[in-house]
């Protein structure tokens, strides 16, 4: 696969509403890491956000509601507009959180999930260890023979490369990159052989390197 650094790309610049968007959310990514999972927008949005001292969750909170208030505002399909709406709740009930406010677990999953919590009977469970009571197989709790059981199919990382190296040659190895043929082309073609199909799945070119 080629490296990300080998193929020219230049990521859309951002609307306004997406830019403070994407900044909220690195905003609260200093307080929380691992909350932006994923980023393909321009880097000068989320460097400028992570650079200098962090916003305290305070002024993160209404750094959001301002938001909410402007996505309400704006001249937006709906589908975007209840999509930003519900990001930015969830983002704002994270920062309610940073900020000391003590929010009630299900008012949280509503809130960052966008989903009504029901709770499930303590019954329902109970059958379905019953259940499990019955079926697994040796002695000991129904926790204890299912954590054995699953112990049954670990793999660990020596055996899988062992399979690996046993049934995958890497010169019959066929990699599809989508993009811009123009620009990513000549980088693969360092790689192997590169073959060019269109958008209907024909093919343009063959056999270049």
């Known amino acids: ?23 909220l959310a690195f905003g609260i990514e200093r307080h929380v890491e691992g909350l932006v999972d994923a980023y393909y927008g321009p880097p000068a949005v989320r460097n400028a956000a992570l650079a200098g001292e962090a916003q305290a969750p305070a002024a993160l909170v209404e750094a959001a509601g301002t938001l909410h208030e402007r996505i309400t505002a704006a001249d937006l399909p709906a589908s975007r507009r209840g999509y930003l709406h519900a990001q930015v709740r969830a983002l704002a009930t994270i920062c309610r959180k940073l900020a000391g406010e003590p929010v009630p677990y299900g008012d949280e999953v509503r809130l960052c999930f966008d989903i009504e919590p029901v709770r499930t009977p303590d019954r329902v469970y109970d059958e379905a260890v019953a259940k499990l009571d019955d079926a697994l197989p040796g002695s000991g709790s129904p926790a204890e023979r299912m954590i054995a059981r ?5 793999v660990t990382p020596e055996q899988a490369m062992a399979t690996a190296k046993k049934y995958w040659d890497p010169a019959r190895l066929n990699i599809v990159a989508v993009g811009d043929a123009m620009k990513i082309r000549d980088v693969l073609a360092k790689k192997g052989m590169v073959e060019v199909f269109d958008a209907e799945g024909s093919i343009k070119s063959a056999g270049q390197r």
């Open 150 to 154: 699953r112990r049954r199919f670990e």
């Open 1 to 23: 696969m080629t490296p990300e650094q080998d193929v020219p790309t230049e990521a859309p610049p951002l609307d306004a509403l997406s830019h403070d968007y994407v900044t």
